[in-house]
């Protein structure tokens, strides 16, 4: 199994900073995308952010400029800095961990791991 786990939510002003930090953990035998998810009240769940194992990265529109998104491999972490924060930026951030693992099997499995979400709310 793998296990994700965030941090660095919170409550910050208008045009504030945040770094957001999500740990994958367990049998893990590759990573391909590590995703940020947010949900707002009321609303569905949006893709924020991706970085690739390819060293690609894309934004939803409305982050491009403020969000910046980052891997490291080796420690299995990916991270969200998020600058200039609005307060539509206010939302339970996710982040989302694809690859395989080791199984039983004598292949690795594919996985698709979430962490717990931390709140990020900005006030105005």
């Known amino acids: 199994q793998v296990q994700l786990v965030e941090s660095g939510g919170g409550l910050v002003e208008y045009g504030g900073s945040l770094r957001l930090s999500c740990a994958a953990s367990?049998?893990?035998?590759?990573?391909?995308?590590m995703d940020w998810y947010r949900q707002a009240p009321a609303k569905e769940r949006e893709l924020v952010a991706t970085?690739?194992?390819?060293?690609?990265?894309t934004y939803v529109d409305s982050v491009k400029g403020r969000f910046t998104v980052s891997r490291v491999n080796a420690m299995n972490m990916v991270y969200l800095r998020m600058n200039s924060l609005k307060p539509e930026d206010t939302a339970v951030y996710y982040c989302?961990?694809?690859?395989?693992?080791?199984?039983?099997?004598?292949?690795?499995?594919?996985?698709?791991?979430w962490g717990q979400g931390t709140q990020v709310t900005v006030s105005s």
């Open positions: 970085t690739r194992s390819d060293g690609t990265s």
């Open positions: 989302n961990v694809k690859g395989t693992s080791y199984t039983a099997s004598p292949q690795p499995r594919p996985f698709d791991a």
């Open positions: 367990g049998s893990i035998f590759s990573i391909d995308n």
